[in-house]
């Protein structure tokens, strides 16, 4: 009877919360404000920064980064405007870092903070590579992945508790539930993100790149080169992430539809 009444007090708080995903069209419930993700977010990114100083803008790899992150960025600024959806971005203020580390990884916090670790130029290779990484991570900003499931864990944790009084009263915990929700607990940008987010990432990003003038197809050379030299190789079944195998097999199926947005 007390798992009916939870969901009885959740249900207007559901569907005021309810929105689409940008592209896909997916449903999706998110219950923290942008505003507060953005603020999370961005006291994590300048932590971050800290004690990771970005490569010097000077550098030709960091102009690289700056370059592709701006022409993406000013692509998703146009179609979302042009949709309709430009409130989705109201609390986004784009900045693009390259840091020196050796690990293949890149990520994007709520608010459009945009890192690319030296590590996965290697597996880039070129623009077009590159603009497939800062596209997939890019889409899950976009698409408000962390806000889902730090609003699933919340729910877990919280039940029908306000998410004000969450918020008020439990800051430590909350806190801890944002760090989950993105992997901060070890590896910053580590994102914990679910195999649906990570496949619906990969087909945004390729749309967001075509859009910005990169060649989607050459996505699948990028993926490629990780499943021989890099990434993870742990089992799909145990993995939040897709396998190799079947993440290019699914690019090579969308690629027709990203291939519409495509112009040199």
């Known amino acids: 009877m007390k798992k009916y009444i939870v969901i009885l007090l959740l249900l207007p708080l559901l569907f005021d919360s309810c929105s689409k995903v ?22 994590s990114y300048n932590d971050f920064l800290k004690t990771n100083t ?11 980064v700056e370059i592709i992150g701006r022409k993406i960025s000013h ?6 405007r042009k949709n309709d959806m430009a409130k989705r971005l109201k609390n986004f203020s ?41 596209g997939h991570e890019i889409a899950h900003a976009v698409a408000r992945h962390g806000n889902e499931r730090m609003s699933q864990q919340l729910m877990v944790t919280f039940g029908a508790i306000g998410l004000d009084v969450a918020l008020r009263e439990k800051p430590e915990q909350t ?20 195999r649906s987010h990570e496949s619906e990432a990969d087909k945004m990003g ?13 996505s ?11 990434g993870t190789s742990t089992p799909e079944f145990l993995s939040t992430h ?3 195998k079947t993440r290019i097999a699914d690019l090579k199926a969308f690629l027709p539809e990203a291939m519409k947005y495509y112009k040199k």
């Open 175 to 194: 806190k801890e539930i944002f760090n989950m929700a993105y992997g901060l607990g070890s590896t910053l940008g580590t994102l914990a993100y679910s």
């Open 75 to 80: 692509a998703v600024g146009k179609y979302m």
């Open 94 to 134: 784009w900045e693009f870092n390259l840091v020196d580390d050796n690990t293949p990884n890149a990520w994007c916090m709520p608010g459009g903070k945009v890192v690319v670790y030296t590590g996965i130029l290697p597996f880039t290779k070129d623009d077009e590579g590159l603009a497939c990484v800062m």
């Open 22 to 43: 940008p592209i896909t069209g997916r449903r999706q419930v998110n219950l923290l404000p942008e505003s507060i993700m953005t603020e999370m977010s961005l006291a």
């Open 220 to 230: 699948i050379g990028f993926w490629e080169r990780m499943a021989t030299g890099g």
């Open 206 to 218: 390729m749309i967001f790149m075509a859009m910005a003038g990169y060649d989607p197809s050459k």
């Open 54 to 64: 970005p490569v010097p803008s000077s550098d030709p790899k960091a102009r690289q």
């Open 242 to 244: 897709p396998s190799h």
